[in-house]
C-alpha cells in the first residue's frame, strides 16, 4: 500500500501561488512528513519538512491537517524555475522512509 | 563545499553479473543513503549508513548490500543482477539521519 498519494500534475500560472496536497492516512505519530522535488536528469532536492506543526522556509510552507493525515506544500510565488516533480515522502519511527508517486508541476508563463 | 559526486554515470552489465556503485558524500556528512528509482517512478529507499553502520532498510534483498568508509565515500554492491534492477541509483547525504539529504546526480544502470 502506498504510504503516500498526490495528484499525477498540476499547472500553475507563473507568480501565482501553488497548493500541492499530499494523503497519508496511515501515518503514525512519530512519523515525519517531507518534501523534496527533482528537475529532469538531477537528483532530488529538499524543499521543507515537519512533524505536527506548520513550516516555514525561504522556499516553501508546510501546512500540515490537526489530523496529520493530509499535508499541502505551498510555493507563494510560483516561477518558471519551480517546474518539476514533487515528491511527498513519509519518514517513519522505522528508520524507513517512503516516496510518493510525485506530483508533475508546469508553470506557464 | 563540495557536492555529492556519483560514479559511473552510466553503466551496463547483464543478468547474474555483480556491480559496484560509488558515492562520495560532502565532508563532514556522517550518513549516507541509497535509493533505486526506476523510469517513471519515485525514488525507492534501499537502506540508510551512518558513521559506517547499516541504519535502516527498505524492502529490498540482501543482495543489495553497501559500505561506507571514513573518507565519506560509499558504495552499493548488487549481486546476482536482474532485469528488474535496471534503474538510476541515487545516493544522498545528510549531517545526521533525515536532515537534509543532498542528493548525487545518480548512477544509471542498465541491465541485459
Known amino acids: 500500500d502506498a504510504k503516500t498519494t498526490q495528484p499525477n500534475s498540476m499547472e500553475s500560472n507563473e507568480e501565482e501561488p501553488v497548493h500541492l496536497p499530499c494523503n497519508h492516512s496511515?501515518?503514525?505519530?512519530?512519523?515525519?512528513i517531507h518534501w523534496y522535488r527533482q528537475l529532469p536528469s538531477q537528483g532530488p532536492e529538499y524543499v521543507i519538512h515537519?512533524?505536527?506543526s506548520n513550516v516555514n522556509n525561504r522556499m516553501a510552507s508546510l501546512a500540515i491537517a490537526e489530523d496529520r493525515k493530509s499535508s499541502t506544500l505551498i510555493l507563494h510565488r510560483a516561477t518558471l524555475r519551480d517546474a518539476a516533480v514533487y515528491y511527498c515522502?513519509?519518514?517513519?519511527?522505522?528508520?524507513?522512509?517512503?516516496f510518493g508517486t510525485g506530483t508533475r508541476l508546469t508553470v506557464i508563463p | 563545499e563540495t557536492g555529492v559526486t556519483q560514479s559511473p554515470t552510466h553503466l551496463i552489465k547483464t543478468r547474474g553479473q555483480q556491480v559496484t556503485l560509488r558515492c562520495s558524500s560532502q565532508?563532514?556528512?556522517?550518513?549516507v543513503s541509497w535509493y533505486q528509482q526506476a523510469l517513471g517512478q519515485g525514488p525507492q529507499f534501499i537502506f540508510q549508513?551512518?558513521?559506517?553502520?547499516?541504519?535502516g532498510r527498505g524492502n529490498f534483498p540482501p543482495r543489495f548490500s553497501g559500505l561506507q568508509f571514513p573518507n565519506y565515500s560509499s558504495e552499493l554492491n548488487v549481486n546476482a543482477l536482474e532485469l528488474d534492477d535496471s534503474a538510476l541509483y541515487l545516493c544522498?547525504?545528510?549531517?545526521?539521519?533525515?536532515?537534509?539529504?543532498?542528493f548525487g546526480p545518480g548512477t544509471r544502470l542498465t541491465v541485459l
Open positions: 515522502i513519509l519518514q517513519t519511527g522505522a528508520n524507513n522512509l517512503f
Open positions: 544522498a547525504s545528510s549531517l545526521d539521519g533525515w536532515d537534509t539529504q543532498y
Open positions: 565532508s563532514g556528512h556522517n550518513t
Open positions: 515537519g512533524l505536527t
Open positions: 496511515t501515518i503514525s505519530g512519530t512519523d515525519y
Open positions: 549508513y551512518y558513521r559506517e553502520e547499516e541504519n
